[in-house]
Protein backbone atom coordinates (compact mmCIF):
# COMPACT_ATOMS: atom_id res chain seq x y z
CA UNK A 1 0.00 0.00 0.00
CA UNK A 2 1.79 3.63 -0.91
CA UNK A 3 1.07 6.23 1.33
CA UNK A 4 -2.00 7.82 -0.60
CA UNK A 5 -3.55 5.22 -0.24
CA UNK A 6 -2.58 4.32 3.51
CA UNK A 7 -4.16 8.67 3.50
CA UNK A 8 -7.50 7.48 2.08
CA UNK A 9 -7.69 4.85 4.33
CA UNK A 10 -7.35 6.91 7.52
CA UNK A 11 -9.87 9.99 6.42
CA UNK A 12 -12.22 7.40 5.34
CA UNK A 13 -12.00 5.33 8.82
CA UNK A 14 -12.11 9.01 10.53
CA UNK A 15 -15.27 10.22 8.80
CA UNK A 16 -16.92 6.41 9.21
CA UNK A 17 -15.90 6.68 13.33
CA UNK A 18 -16.64 10.31 13.32
CA UNK A 19 -20.69 9.52 12.33
CA UNK A 20 -20.68 5.72 14.09
CA UNK A 21 -19.41 7.34 17.95
CA UNK A 22 -18.63 11.42 18.17
CA UNK A 23 -22.09 12.11 16.09
CA UNK A 24 -24.40 9.72 18.06
CA UNK A 25 -22.93 11.14 21.53
CA UNK A 26 -23.43 14.59 20.33
CA UNK A 27 -27.00 14.21 18.93
CA UNK A 28 -28.05 12.60 21.73
CA UNK A 29 -26.70 14.66 24.45
CA UNK A 30 -28.07 17.77 22.94
CA UNK A 31 -31.51 15.80 21.91
CA UNK A 32 -33.47 16.40 24.72
CA UNK A 33 -34.01 20.23 23.16
CA UNK A 34 -36.52 18.06 20.74
CA UNK A 35 -35.69 17.04 17.33
CA UNK A 36 -37.40 19.40 15.69
CA UNK A 37 -35.47 22.15 17.06
CA UNK A 38 -32.56 20.25 16.67
CA UNK A 39 -32.90 19.37 13.02
CA UNK A 40 -33.50 23.13 12.39
CA UNK A 41 -30.14 23.88 13.85
CA UNK A 42 -28.50 21.00 12.08
CA UNK A 43 -29.63 22.56 9.00
CA UNK A 44 -29.00 26.26 9.78
CA UNK A 45 -25.58 25.76 11.13
CA UNK A 46 -24.33 23.46 8.65
CA UNK A 47 -25.24 25.93 6.10
CA UNK A 48 -23.47 29.28 7.89
CA UNK A 49 -20.57 26.23 7.94
CA UNK A 50 -20.58 26.03 4.67
CA UNK A 51 -20.63 29.69 3.51
CA UNK A 52 -17.29 30.23 6.18
CA UNK A 53 -15.46 27.48 4.07
CA UNK A 54 -16.47 28.22 0.88
CA UNK A 55 -15.04 31.91 1.60
CA UNK A 56 -11.80 30.45 3.24
CA UNK A 57 -10.90 28.24 0.48
CA UNK A 58 -11.99 31.06 -2.44
CA UNK A 59 -14.85 28.76 -4.08
CA UNK A 60 -17.56 31.73 -4.62
CA UNK A 61 -16.41 31.68 -8.40
CA UNK A 62 -17.12 27.88 -8.65
CA UNK A 63 -20.28 28.37 -6.74
CA UNK A 64 -21.64 31.31 -8.90
CA UNK A 65 -20.67 29.49 -11.99
CA UNK A 66 -22.60 25.63 -10.61
CA UNK A 67 -25.38 28.42 -9.56
CA UNK A 68 -25.74 29.22 -14.10
CA UNK A 69 -26.80 25.51 -14.80
CA UNK A 70 -30.62 25.09 -14.14
CA UNK A 71 -30.39 21.37 -14.31
CA UNK A 72 -28.04 21.19 -11.51
CA UNK A 73 -29.91 23.58 -9.34
CA UNK A 74 -33.04 21.35 -10.00
CA UNK A 75 -31.27 18.14 -9.12
CA UNK A 76 -29.73 19.59 -5.90
CA UNK A 77 -32.92 20.73 -4.97
CA UNK A 78 -34.50 16.86 -5.21
CA UNK A 79 -31.13 15.97 -3.52
CA UNK A 80 -31.16 18.95 -0.67
CA UNK A 81 -34.43 17.70 0.03
CA UNK A 82 -33.58 13.86 0.51
CA UNK A 83 -30.89 14.63 3.09
CA UNK A 84 -32.75 16.63 4.51
CA UNK A 85 -35.10 13.65 5.38
CA UNK A 86 -32.22 11.84 6.52
CA UNK A 87 -31.00 14.57 8.77
CA UNK A 88 -34.31 14.87 10.13
CA UNK A 89 -35.33 10.95 10.70
CA UNK A 90 -31.55 9.96 11.55
CA UNK A 91 -32.02 12.68 14.52
CA UNK A 92 -35.83 11.34 15.17
CA UNK A 93 -34.42 7.85 15.88
CA UNK A 94 -31.32 9.56 18.06
CA UNK A 95 -33.95 11.78 20.32
CA UNK A 96 -36.35 8.34 20.78
CA UNK A 97 -33.82 5.54 21.48
CA UNK A 98 -34.03 4.12 17.90
CA UNK A 99 -30.35 4.39 17.22
CA UNK A 100 -30.37 0.89 16.35
CA UNK A 101 -32.71 0.86 13.65
CA UNK A 102 -31.14 3.61 12.50
CA UNK A 103 -28.07 1.40 12.17
CA UNK A 104 -30.41 -1.23 10.11
CA UNK A 105 -30.67 1.37 7.62
CA UNK A 106 -26.55 2.16 6.98
CA UNK A 107 -26.52 -1.46 6.80
CA UNK A 108 -28.19 -2.29 4.32
CA UNK A 109 -27.83 1.02 2.57
CA UNK A 110 -24.99 0.28 0.32
CA UNK A 111 -26.86 -3.14 -1.07
CA UNK A 112 -30.27 -0.62 -1.47
CA UNK A 113 -27.66 1.70 -3.48
CA UNK A 114 -26.56 -1.84 -5.48
CA UNK A 115 -30.37 -2.24 -6.59
CA UNK A 116 -30.70 1.50 -7.28
CA UNK A 117 -26.88 1.20 -9.53
CA UNK A 118 -28.75 -1.51 -11.42
CA UNK A 119 -31.66 -0.05 -12.15
CA UNK A 120 -30.63 3.54 -12.63
CA UNK A 121 -27.28 3.15 -14.31
CA UNK A 122 -27.67 -0.52 -15.62
CA UNK A 123 -24.86 -1.26 -13.08
CA UNK A 124 -24.24 -5.29 -13.58
CA UNK A 125 -25.75 -7.83 -10.55
CA UNK A 126 -23.78 -10.92 -9.76
CA UNK A 127 -24.56 -13.81 -7.91
CA UNK A 128 -23.62 -12.42 -4.65
CA UNK A 129 -24.71 -9.19 -5.39
CA UNK A 130 -28.09 -10.52 -6.11
CA UNK A 131 -28.04 -12.72 -3.02
CA UNK A 132 -26.80 -9.74 -0.89
CA UNK A 133 -30.40 -7.77 -2.05
CA UNK A 134 -33.01 -10.86 -1.96
CA UNK A 135 -31.77 -11.20 1.95
CA UNK A 136 -32.36 -7.64 3.14
CA UNK A 137 -36.00 -8.08 1.78
CA UNK A 138 -36.32 -11.76 3.51
CA UNK A 139 -35.26 -9.89 6.91
CA UNK A 140 -37.67 -6.86 6.37
CA UNK A 141 -40.55 -8.91 5.70
CA UNK A 142 -39.73 -11.17 8.42
CA UNK A 143 -40.38 -7.99 10.89
CA UNK A 144 -43.52 -7.20 8.48
CA UNK A 145 -44.88 -11.16 8.63
CA UNK A 146 -43.80 -11.47 12.33
CA UNK A 147 -43.92 -7.86 14.10
CA UNK A 148 -45.30 -5.16 12.47
CA UNK A 149 -44.53 -3.13 15.67
CA UNK A 150 -40.60 -4.09 14.95
CA UNK A 151 -40.63 -2.84 11.56
CA UNK A 152 -37.41 -0.50 11.79
CA UNK A 153 -39.20 2.04 9.49
CA UNK A 154 -37.08 4.75 10.51
CA UNK A 155 -34.24 2.56 9.20
CA UNK A 156 -35.39 2.07 6.09
CA UNK A 157 -36.52 5.97 5.43
CA UNK A 158 -32.76 6.61 6.41
CA UNK A 159 -31.32 3.44 3.99
CA UNK A 160 -33.95 5.13 0.89
CA UNK A 161 -33.12 8.72 1.78
CA UNK A 162 -29.56 8.57 2.11
CA UNK A 163 -29.54 5.87 -1.27
CA UNK A 164 -31.41 8.13 -3.38
CA UNK A 165 -29.40 10.88 -1.94
CA UNK A 166 -26.07 9.45 -3.03
CA UNK A 167 -28.21 8.33 -6.85
CA UNK A 168 -28.83 12.14 -7.53
CA UNK A 169 -25.76 13.16 -6.48
CA UNK A 170 -24.04 10.87 -8.65
CA UNK A 171 -25.90 12.15 -11.71
CA UNK A 172 -24.18 15.51 -11.08
CA UNK A 173 -20.60 16.65 -11.47
CA UNK A 174 -20.18 19.16 -8.94
CA UNK A 175 -17.84 19.86 -5.46
CA UNK A 176 -18.64 17.99 -2.66
CA UNK A 177 -18.96 21.26 -0.92
CA UNK A 178 -20.41 23.23 -3.31
CA UNK A 179 -23.07 20.95 -4.03
CA UNK A 180 -23.88 20.56 -0.17
CA UNK A 181 -23.67 24.70 -0.16
CA UNK A 182 -26.60 24.80 -2.33
CA UNK A 183 -28.73 22.23 -0.92
CA UNK A 184 -28.36 24.13 2.49
CA UNK A 185 -29.24 26.82 1.48
CA UNK A 186 -32.34 25.49 -0.33
CA UNK A 187 -33.21 23.90 3.47
CA UNK A 188 -32.17 26.52 5.33
CA UNK A 189 -35.28 29.66 4.97
CA UNK A 190 -37.75 26.47 5.96
CA UNK A 191 -35.22 26.04 8.90
CA UNK A 192 -35.28 29.41 9.55
CA UNK A 193 -39.11 29.55 9.55
CA UNK A 194 -39.57 26.76 11.79
CA UNK A 195 -37.25 28.84 14.28
CA UNK A 196 -39.38 31.84 13.99
CA UNK A 197 -42.57 29.85 14.77
CA UNK A 198 -40.43 28.04 18.10
CA UNK A 199 -39.16 30.76 19.28
CA UNK A 200 -42.09 32.71 18.87
CA UNK A 201 -43.99 29.72 21.48
CA UNK A 202 -41.35 30.40 23.64
CA UNK A 203 -40.19 26.79 22.69
CA UNK A 204 -36.53 27.78 21.97
CA UNK A 205 -33.72 26.63 23.88
CA UNK A 206 -31.00 28.42 21.26
CA UNK A 207 -31.10 32.07 23.26
CA UNK A 208 -29.41 34.40 24.45
CA UNK A 209 -29.68 33.83 28.35
CA UNK A 210 -28.31 30.19 27.62
CA UNK A 211 -25.33 30.99 25.89
CA UNK A 212 -23.28 27.59 27.36
CA UNK A 213 -26.08 25.37 25.35
CA UNK A 214 -26.36 27.74 22.23
CA UNK A 215 -22.35 27.29 21.50
CA UNK A 216 -23.09 23.49 22.12
CA UNK A 217 -26.03 23.64 19.50
CA UNK A 218 -23.60 25.42 17.11
CA UNK A 219 -21.31 22.50 16.99
CA UNK A 220 -24.19 20.61 14.56
CA UNK A 221 -22.86 22.46 11.90
CA UNK A 222 -19.28 20.78 11.82
CA UNK A 223 -20.69 18.04 13.59
CA UNK A 224 -22.34 17.41 10.20
CA UNK A 225 -19.76 18.88 7.34
CA UNK A 226 -16.40 17.72 9.37
CA UNK A 227 -17.30 13.84 8.72
CA UNK A 228 -18.41 14.69 4.88
CA UNK A 229 -15.11 15.98 3.50
CA UNK A 230 -13.13 13.42 5.63
CA UNK A 231 -15.36 10.27 3.99
CA UNK A 232 -15.68 11.83 0.55
CA UNK A 233 -12.05 12.98 0.26
CA UNK A 234 -11.15 9.13 0.98
CA UNK A 235 -13.53 8.26 -1.46
CA UNK A 236 -11.94 10.47 -4.17
CA UNK A 237 -8.31 9.14 -3.15
CA UNK A 238 -9.29 5.00 -2.88
CA UNK A 239 -12.26 4.75 -4.52
CA UNK A 240 -15.85 3.49 -3.83
CA UNK A 241 -15.04 -0.53 -3.23
CA UNK A 242 -12.81 0.16 -0.52
CA UNK A 243 -14.36 2.91 1.27
CA UNK A 244 -18.09 0.69 1.01
CA UNK A 245 -16.33 -1.85 3.66
CA UNK A 246 -14.63 0.63 5.67
CA UNK A 247 -18.35 2.61 5.56
CA UNK A 248 -19.59 -0.49 8.15
CA UNK A 249 -17.29 1.30 11.06
CA UNK A 250 -20.75 3.86 11.02
CA UNK A 251 -23.35 1.24 11.64
CA UNK A 252 -21.54 -1.07 13.46
CA UNK A 253 -20.84 1.52 15.99
CA UNK A 254 -23.85 2.94 16.34
CA UNK A 255 -25.56 -0.33 16.91
CA UNK A 256 -23.19 -1.32 19.86
CA UNK A 257 -23.87 2.77 21.40
CA UNK A 258 -27.76 1.67 20.92
CA UNK A 259 -27.79 -1.60 22.34
CA UNK A 260 -24.72 -1.71 24.80
CA UNK A 261 -24.34 2.00 26.07
CA UNK A 262 -28.19 3.21 25.43
CA UNK A 263 -29.92 0.02 26.60
CA UNK A 264 -32.70 0.11 23.96
CA UNK A 265 -34.66 -2.60 23.13
CA UNK A 266 -33.75 -5.16 20.79
CA UNK A 267 -36.29 -7.95 20.17
CA UNK A 268 -36.10 -11.86 19.09
CA UNK A 269 -37.26 -10.81 15.79
CA UNK A 270 -35.31 -7.61 15.46
CA UNK A 271 -32.18 -9.97 16.31
CA UNK A 272 -33.16 -12.90 13.81
CA UNK A 273 -33.53 -9.80 10.86
CA UNK A 274 -30.23 -8.49 11.94
CA UNK A 275 -28.58 -11.67 12.08
CA UNK A 276 -29.73 -11.93 7.68
CA UNK A 277 -28.80 -8.66 7.67
CA UNK A 278 -24.88 -9.43 8.59
CA UNK A 279 -24.67 -12.29 6.40
CA UNK A 280 -26.07 -10.50 3.32
CA UNK A 281 -23.64 -7.92 4.25
CA UNK A 282 -20.77 -10.43 4.65
CA UNK A 283 -21.49 -11.38 1.34
CA UNK A 284 -21.47 -8.25 0.31
CA UNK A 285 -18.23 -7.11 1.29
CA UNK A 286 -16.68 -10.37 0.20
CA UNK A 287 -17.43 -9.51 -3.43
CA UNK A 288 -16.04 -6.29 -3.23
CA UNK A 289 -12.55 -7.70 -1.42
CA UNK A 290 -12.62 -9.98 -4.40
CA UNK A 291 -12.63 -7.03 -6.66
CA UNK A 292 -10.63 -5.29 -5.00
Not at 213 to 227: C, K, W
Request: glycine share 6%; aromatic share 18%; charged share 15%.
Amino acid sequence: MNKEFNKGLLLTSLGSFWWGFIGVIYFEYVAFIGHVELVVHRCLWTAVMLVFTTTFFSKWKIFILETKNKKKLFALFISGFLIFINWSIWIYAVATERIIDASFGYFIMPIISVLLGNIFFKEELNKKKILSIILVFISIIIMIIFNLKSLPWVGLIVALSWAFYNLVRKKIDIDTDIGLLIESLYIFPLALIVFYFISKSGLNDFNLQNPGLSLLLLLAGPMTVIPLFLYVRGVEIIGLGPTGMIFYITPTLQFILGYFYYGEDFSLVKFGSFIIIWIAVIIYLNDLYEKN
